[in-house]
């Protein structure tokens, strides 16, 4: 990635403005991020197998007879937490690139000699990951949308799927970019990744005919993407307040708010030159 | 002092000795179980209510009610876990006591059904030749039903990937094709 950009205000006259063209560096570094990732094509291969997995569960929701017993409510439920899920594994999954990446490609070096804060360079890199996030769910409209219809539960699910989804999207992505700092190699980086998504996935797993003691609970709530989807069954299934289990957010939240902090403390120091896999 | 000793020695044997079978006390319970006859589609919850009393003289003891369901006609695969997943309860009754219990139940399957609740002795004193109550059979009818079709979300299901696919080949041939001219 190459970046064009103005030398960094020097002096008290300009100090004033430094706030600003820190922002202002930022969305340049977010803006150039966001190219790279959907000119090349990137963004928009990873898009469309969204959306053939997608349309592989919207299938066979609607047309299978063993899942056609589910109520309308479980059917726009089971897709959305789909979408959402995968939204979030392909941010993480781009987000695991973007440091390590850099690095691999030796591109890294380029990128820090240009006049950007490590900060902006971080921030615009986790904006870049996020649109992936956004242009999933945008896609993800129409299957809950020819799901949800007749229900009158479309609006409710869509602002669910996209608060929920981007509280974890934030979380996880800052968490992959730490992992992506962290590692010399794309490989470990992505790999690292996948295995925590994995990890965090589990529980959404386990059979509902399991006894749920306590331990499950705490494993449910300690974990930003069980308790996210647990979050938006309760609301679209069993028909709950918004505020009824609000509690269900807090682990996600609270992994946004580590990890972006993370990320933003840790960041400058861990955004750095290393020696690389094949200088050995 | 010989008769003592010798009544001694036959107390200790006869307490030694392993205590015959006794036989096995009935449960002394009546389970009725409403409503005794549910219509419902496919994938729709319902409830049944059994109200168990204990009609004998001393208390229950741990008992269990399990929840079972059956088909009564045709050859429908049944799986009651699938119905519902919380099919037991435990609990203990005093002489005259009365308990009801609720039990959710899903739908999973169309056609001709029977709900009925079993009640079995609990714990590790169970002789295992007691007999079971058994509540009468709520008569489950279940119509098929088709909320979702593939006509309906065919158009969405293919169009989506078709035009991402297209959107993302022609970006990145743009791109290989500038690479090219370069």
Redesign the interface.
């Given at each position: 990635m190459t970046i064009q950009v103005a030398p960094p205000a020097v002096g008290t006259v300009q100090g004033v403005r430094a706030g600003a063209e820190r922002q202002s560096r930022l969305l340049v570094v977010a803006e150039q991020e966001c190219r790279d990732l959907?000119?090349?094509?990137r963004g928009?291969?990873l898009?469309?197998l969204f959306?053939?997995l997608?349309?592989g569960v919207?299938?066979l929701?609607?047309?299978n007879q063993a899942l056609?017993?589910?109520?309308?409510r479980?059917?726009v439920n089971l897709v959305l937490q789909f979408a959402v899920a995968v939204g979030v594994l392909a941010t993480l999954v781009v987000s695991a690139d973007g440091i390590s990446g850099e690095r691999e490609r030796g591109t890294l070096e380029t990128l820090l000699v240009t006049p950007v804060p490590r900060r902006s360079i971080i921030g615009g890199k986790l904006i870049a990951a996020l649109s992936l996030w956004f242009a999933t769910f945008l896609?993800s409209i129409?299957?809950v949308?020819?799901?949800a219809r007749g229900v009158g539960i479309l609006g409710r699910a869509l602002a669910l799927g996209f608060c929920v989804g981007t509280l974890v999207a934030i979380g996880l992505g800052s968490i992959g970019l730490l992992i992506s700092a962290a590692c010399n190699s794309n490989k470990t980086s992505i790999a690292a990744s996948i295995f925590l998504l994995l990890i965090l996935f589990a529980p959404t797993q386990l059979p509902?005919?399991l006894p749920q003691g306590w331990f499950f609970e705490v494993l449910l709530r300690a974990n930003p993407v069980a308790s996210g989807l647990a979050y938006i069954s309760s609301i679209l299934v069993e028909g709950h307040g918004w505020t009824q289990d609000l509690a269900l957010l807090i682990t996600p939240l609270l992994t946004a708010i580590i990890a972006g902090g993370a990320l933003i403390l840790a960041g400058p120091r861990l955004v750095r030159l290393t020696r690389g896999v094949n200088s050995e | 002092m010989r008769v003592a000793l010798l009544i001694t020695l036959l107390v200790a044997v006869v307490a030694w000795l392993p205590a015959p079978a006794l036989a096995t006390a009935p449960l002394s319970v009546k389970v009725v179980a409403e409503p005794p006859h549910v219509e419902t589609v496919?994938?729709g919850?319902f409830m049944i209510t059994t109200e168990i009393t204990n009609t004998g003289t001393a208390p229950s003891g741990e008992i269990l009610a399990h929840l079972n369901v059956a088909s009564i006609e045709g050859s429908v695969y049944v799986d009651p876990?699938d119905w519902s997943?919380d099919r037991s309860q435990q609990l203990s009754l005093q002489p005259g006591e009365s308990r009801k219990l609720s039990w959710e139940i899903q739908?999973?399957?169309a056609g001709h059904f029977a709900a009925y609740v079993v009640v079995v002795p609990f714990g590790n004193k169970v002789a295992g030749n007691e007999a079971l109550v058994i509540s009468p059979l709520v008569d489950v009818d279940v119509a098929s039903?088709?909320?979702?079709?593939?006509g309906?979300?065919?158009p969405?299901?293919?169009m989506?990937?078709l035009l991402?696919?297209l959107?993302?080949a022609g970006?990145?041939l743009r791109?290989r094709r500038r690479g090219q001219d370069r």
């Open positions: 959907w000119t090349s094509g928009l291969i898009l469309f959306s053939v997608l349309s919207t299938y929701t609607s047309t056609n017993f589910l109520e309308q479980e059917s896609v129409p299957y949308w020819v799901l509902s005919g | 496919l994938g919850r876990e997943p739908a999973v399957n039903k088709s909320t979702l079709t593939a309906g979300a065919l969405v299901v293919v989506v990937p991402l696919g959107a993302a970006v990145v791109g």
